[in-house]
Every structure is written in structure tokens, then in C-alpha cells.
């Protein structure tokens, strides 16, 4: 909620700054705000995208499949399989440093460089942790058998949510759409252009971002 607010004190304190420098008839106030990077910085750092959603693994000591009779007396006996599923939060992001971050403006055309956005939080609820098992008559679960497979869970839902082009395409958008919010008094007469650290094209002034 706190970033959202921010978010908006920066979006009116730039319009109020705008209608200003064109009541006064002020080119330097406009200029100002357009090359403002400490404000634009931190609008681009405040635009994270958070992401909620459910990871789940299954741990088992026995191969799928099997139906002989042999399988089945080791489910009968030996089998030890875990079922786990824990809710967890994300939030993606830019990590901004003086080498990474630059704006610009010649010719009425402002560009934005910011790095990639990446995976910059990632927490399991374990609080909220849902659990099965199915274990033989000779075998049982203790604590460190669902702390192994937390583990493991953590390890590869983390990897997943780090490598998804989905999310990081949709941090990304927001932060375009952002820029352009906080630009919009400007770009009836000026373009905007808002480069990423590794993209092939650049987005300009593209108004169908969601």
C-alpha cells in the first residue's frame, strides 16, 4: 500500500510541476522533472511486482509405475512418499546502482535505462504448509524428512520463478506503465522510450502494455 501511494505523490507532484512550468511559461522546470533521475529512480524501485501462488513437490523411494507383486509388497512395507505444498510470495524487481541507470533527454525524446528485472524475494509461508504421506508398515516420517523435502522444494521452485520470462515480462510492463504515468504530462510533445539491460527492442511510447 505504501508503494502505491509513493507512487502517486510522485505522479501528482510531477502534473503540479508540469502546469507550473507551462503557467510560468518555464522551460527549466519541465526539463527538471524530465532528467529528475533521483525521482525516477525511485519510482522504477518502487515498481516491483509482487506474486503470490502454491509450490509442490513429491518425494517417494519407490519408481511409478509398478504393479507386480513385488511393488506391491514394498508399498505394503518399505514405501515412503511425501506430499507437500506451501503458499509462497515473490516480488520482482530492478536492482538499481549509479552503472545501471541513466536518463536522458535530447531532441524531446526522454529514454529510461534500467537493468533486467529479476527475482528479487522469494519466502515460503511454511506456516501454511499442507502435508501428505504415504509410508509402508516398516517405515516412518519424522521432522527431518519434511525438512529435507522443504528444502529441496525451496531450491527448485526458487530456480523456477528466477528463469520465468512470464514474470519478469510483467514486471517489466509495469514499470513501463508507471514511467509513462509519471511522463504523461510531457509526452504530447515528447516520445518515451524505456530501455532494459539485455532486451533486443525497445519499447517507445506503447500504450497497449498492461
Do not use: C
Amino acid at each position: 500500500m505504501k508503494k502505491i501511494i509513493y507512487i502517486v505523490v510522485f505522479v501528482v507532484v510531477a502534473a503540479l510541476m508540469f502546469w507550473m512550468g507551462r503557467f510560468f511559461g518555464s522551460k527549466n522546470t519541465s526539463q527538471q522533472i524530465i532528467s529528475n533521475s533521483t525521482i525516477v529512480k525511485e519510482i522504477a524501485e518502487l515498481s516491483s511486482l509482487d506474486v503470490q501462488g502454491s509450490a509442490s513437490i513429491k518425494r517417494s523411494n519407490l519408481e511409478e509405475g509398478g504393479s507386480d507383486w513385488t511393488d506391491n509388497l514394498k508399498k505394503a512395507f518399505l514405501e515412503n512418499t511425501v506430499w507437500v505444498t506451501i503458499p509462497y510470495e515473490a516480488k520482482y524487481g530492478v536492482d538499481i546502482n549509479e552503472k545501471n541507470f541513466k536518463v536522458s533527454i535530447a531532441q524531446k525524446h526522454i529514454v529510461v535505462e534500467l537493468p533486467s528485472p529479476k527475482l528479487l524475494s522469494y519466502e515460503l509461508k511454511v506456516d501454511q504448509m499442507e502435508t501428505a504421506n504415504r509410508k509402508g508398515l516398516f517405515l516412518f516420517q519424522d521432522d527431518e524428512t519434511y525438512t529435507a523435502v522443504q528444502k529441496k522444494l525451496y531450491q527448485t521452485s526458487r530456480a523456477q520463478l528466477e528463469n520465468s520470462p512470464a514474470y519478469i515480462q510483467r514486471s517489466k510492463n509495469k514499470i513501463i506503465a508507471i514511467m509513462r504515468e509519471y511522463y504523461t504530462p510531457f509526452l504530447k510533445d515528447h516520445t518515451l522510450e524505456v530501455r532494459f539491460d539485455g532486451d533486443t527492442v525497445h519499447v517507445v511510447n506503447n500504450t497497449k502494455l498492461q
